[in-house]
């Protein structure tokens, strides 16, 4: 195979089975290098459960956020997910009391509610987490040696440089170069997830899809924001984007009133799958589990 750089096409991107064909033909060559390294899928086989809860009481009419209906909604998620009877033990299954847990929020554009953090914590240290165990991990000089379990907590939206920018993505500042992670190389996103640093922490993930944004920015346009009221999780990050984008692609369609693609495609999604084994990209390989107010679902 060539080393010449190669383009996907929106046309590429919305032929396959999730509305991107990321063959490994187009992929460069060195990323099927590092293919071959990668460890083996924990769900090699079978189906990856993501699960969406959504509740119309969980903002007011000025967006802002009912924590008591919010903390109701993640512990749901975290029965559902875990299939455990209480929210200490949906915890212990996921974590330690000897954890150091960093919780790793968007910090821009559409940022992860204060009050989801702050749900999550409290919910933590109720399951007996030490409070000074739990520490926010976002940034690029963010020391995650000490760090033995992440919680990745992005917000739902579409980004101007990759086409989506949540679950994937929400580690770019760990690798201490994001202009490496964008346009066409936003293919090698997942790579990230293998650093040393990162490698086997991520616990469970938890996307805040209170409000998302369905366009891209750089700057944020108010007009491309909802209110979705809901929240989507899963401990396959692939599978997260997968469903977010859908929610994503089907609110920008419902906008034009006709298919309005996200642009660029987010290769990101299937090279995740096909090049850095981190979870399932085809629909048929997730079990999408839908709980609580249906309106205007879109997915």
Known sequence: MSDKKKTLTRRDFLRGSVGATLGVT???PELLKQSLAAETRTRTGDRSLVVLIRDQN???EASKVNKQVLAGMVERLLLEITAKKDTRQAWLSL???KDIIGLVPTPMMNPTHAELLEVIKESLVAAGIPEGNIRNAQGRKVDLEPITALISVPGLKAHWLTGIGTVIKNYIMYSGAPR???YEDSAKLGEIWHLPQVKGKTRLIIVDALRPVC???PQFDPRY?????GLLTSTDPVALDVIGLKIIQAKRDEL?????????PPICI???DKVYKLGHSKLENIELRKIGWDKDLLV
């Not at 034009?256 to 660029?264: A, D, F, H, K, L």
């Open 58 to 60: 969980v903002l007011d």
């Open 270 to 272: 299937e090279a995740a």
């Open 180 to 182: 490496n992670y964008h």
């Open 225 to 229: 924001r909802w209110p979705y009221k």
């Open 256 to 264: 034009r009133g006709e298919p309005w693609p996200i642009s660029p």
């Open 215 to 217: 366009d891209k920015g």
């Open 95 to 97: 974590v330690s009391p």
């Open 26 to 28: 187009l992929v460069k």
